[in-house]
């Protein structure tokens, strides 16, 4: 079986080459986040007090199941505190690195054929998933250095360079990990999207254990590779023997996949590619079914996001007003309002920035008519008895139930997770009036959207524009101290801030009449218009 | 009444004539092969023929309704099949199948299935794991289990192998002997000439050429090769004869077809040996069109 692995250093090279710009992008973004953040710490957190304040907030059961287990809460250092509140997440970011650049490397080029290519040369027949691996391997390993050395570098009080190395060794440990299951997954599943789905299973159920059995019982942490590299204690304890115990399981999982590589035909995958339906349900035949049906996993991902961020700024809120009290930059943010807890305050600001973020999920279903357009399908509908307005109507339907759907439950979110952890709880319908007092707003930029697909279908792209404008004026705006008119171009500047602010009945209005104004307009151009394609 | 008619059909894009007033008909029952090289406009004209693109001039009816205007009733009654077929990579080729059926409204399941098993499609299999071949298989047979009275056809078996390109010529002569009308954009001259009955070729925007076969045959020649027992004297200036080329005791050379009686004469004059024939071919044609060279004296072998 010699030759099994020929040329692979070539192929290594050779997919270096191709990833040139993508794998340096992902290496200095990860270090230079890591970095600033490392840096915030000690410009928001100037003395002991302030971060004991902070370990303070920390102390709650849903703020350990989202960011993990606070080691060192009683003397939370700068280094205890990196370790607490960032490691998980870009571990996170590491593993979808790690998960997105094997798949590239393995089954997506397999499915489209140009692996095929490459074995018709004199290339071995597992030198391409090896070169996958040793390349995703050096990306971890480098981006590892650069973090552990930065950070040690940042020469911070508390974050030594052993510390330092281990935060980076935790990160690398945790690409390896999911380096090789990745590769594991590309043997089994027939395409790539397979790979990434059973991929980012497994980084959910690693979250989701890690969270459950940092709140209620450790061994299940211990079951969760992202519980291992938290279990490092990094700036703590900085134990060396998760991240071998990692990368040990890592090596073991990569000689698996390699083992099934050699084993199997090309093009085939260990999963059998079940049948798909042979026949269209009756939800699927329509144009309205049809859009529901190519966004479905999208909305179902956005809806849980959505109640996630809710519930995760929920879970914050009791501790606010120590929160608050500390930080500088906050107070400045929101100035007190006779009569108002901060925690109404500050339930006010979230609103705007979650009305904000559920209106991506609506323009992105609208602006699929777009895409579909660009990639020549809507001639498949247009060319049968489906006229240009209940296309449009299907598309439009979907972004505001979207709308409707997304706020609310970020709202819920916030409220279920808020009662828990406010003393005297919340009440829901205040919440749910502050959320959804927003809907015009988000209905004027679905309205937007669908006058640019109907007149200027080549910029329609533009309205995320206009989104990051408002999210910049309304949500900085406090902050920065635009001028008011600033913040007037934007839909979100007028709606009242319930329950801080009384309802503006005109405002509303005015709004939601501008976004079916703008709506009809677009029913208008775009049953005027050339198709493109 | 035509079923279609364009008359002085135009389309600008910006400042770019694609169309340049053109006049298409297709009659009940007939099938119109639609020829032109790539970039020509066939598309174009069938876009607008479908309501997607709105000419700039001129009309377009179908059934004696306005395309652009009255698009959706008359997709009731269409079938249209794209050159390159686009499909959601995450549907299966059945529930896209039923999807357009359902859109279109009506619903054969018995034809549904006999389509699919003459093309030999499995509809279980998610549309990104089809071949072009296959995407193009799942568009045709949509279209033929749909009770459609016309069918657009662009560049419909671009893709298919030899066998599914019998299949697919099967369906068509089917439908037109049910009464369908079948406009049909082809760069395969064959299947154009032993599909279609009338022929239009198109030409940067414009018709250079339209009417039945035979019709069109007067423009081309027949190609002759002849072995006599005496030289032929003074061939080159006999009327109508092109391209003379010898090969031993054997000419071949091309003849006007309508000056053939008139050369067959001449030439048996000098005691025949031999005598092959090949008719003319849509293929010369088209190949003097695309050259721009309609009256040349300058033929060409075949």
Known sequence: MAGLTKNTGKLSRFLLRRDRIRIPVWILSLAIITYTIALSFTDLYGSKADRQAIAETMLNPAMTAMVGQGYGLDNYTYGAMMAHQMLLFTAITVAIMSILLVTRHTRSDEEDGRIELIRSLPTGRLSNLFAALNVVFMTNFFMALLIGFGLAALDIESMDLEGSLLYGAALGAIGFFFTAITAVFAQLSENSRGVIGLSFFVLGIAYILRAIGDVSNETLSWISPLGWILGAEVYVNNYWWPILLTIGVSFILCILALYLNGIRDLGSGFLPAKPGKKHASVLLKSPLGLSFRLQRTGIIAWAIGMFVLGASYGSVLGDLDTFFEDIDMMKQMLAPVDGYSLTEQFITMLMSIMAMISTIPALMAQLKLMGEERKNRTEHLLSRAVSRTRLLSSSLIISILVSFVMLSLAALGLWSAGSVSINDGMDITVVYQAAIVYLPAMWVMIGLTAFLIGFLPQVSSWVWGYLIYSFIVVYLGNLIQFPEWMSSLSPFGHIPQIPIEDMNITAVTILTISAIGLMVLGFIGYRQRDIGG | ?302
Not at chain 2, 32 to 52: D, V
Not at chain 2, 215 to 236: G, P, Y
Request: contains cysteine; charged residues 25%; aromatic residues 6%.
């Open chain 2, 1 to 302: 009444m035509p079923v279609l008619q364009t008359t002085n059909l135009t389309k600008k894009f910006g400042k770019f004539t694609a169309l340049d007033g053109v006049n298409i008909e297709v009659n009940e029952g007939e099938v119109y092969g639609f020829i032109g090289p790539n970039g020509a406009g066939k598309s174009t004209t069938i876009r607008i023929l479908l309501g997607i693109l709105k000419a700039t001039k001129g009309n377009v009816t179908i059934f004696g309704k306005d395309a652009w205007s009255d698009a959706v009733s008359i997709h009731e009654r269409i079938a249209y099949v794209p050159g390159d077929v686009n499909l959601w990579p995450n549907l299966t080729g059945g529930e896209v199948i039923d999807l357009f059926v359902k859109l279109r409204g009506g619903n054969n399941q018995s034809r549904r299935e006999a389509l699919i098993k003459r093309f030999e499609l499995d509809p279980t299999k998610k549309c990104r794991t089809y071949s072009k071949g296959n995407r193009q298989k799942v568009a045709l047979v949509a279209a033929f289990s749909s009770d459609a009275d016309l069918y657009i056809l662009d560049e419909p078996t671009s893709g298919l192998d030899p066998l599914m390109e019998k299949v697919f010529q099967d369906c068509v002569l089917e439908a037109k002997q049910a009464g369908k009308s079948i406009l049909l954009s082809s760069h395969i001259l064959s299947e154009v000439e032993k599909l279609c009955d009338r022929v239009g070729i198109i030409r940067q925007g414009k018709i250079i050429e339209s009417g039945s076969l035979s019709e069109m045959r007067h423009l081309t020649r027949t190609n002759l090769l002849v072995e006599t027992k005496q030289d032929i004297v003074a061939l080159s200036e006999v009327e109508g004869v092109h391209a003379i080329e010898r090969e031993g005791n054997e000419i071949s050379f091309q003849v006007d077809t309508e000056k053939l009686d008139d050369v067959i004469r001449y030439i048996s004059k000098f005691g025949l040996v031999k005598l092959e024939s090949a008719p003319p071919t849509l293929e010369d044609l088209f190949m003097r069109h695309y050259e721009g060279n309609i009256t040349a004296g300058a033929g060409r072998e075949v």
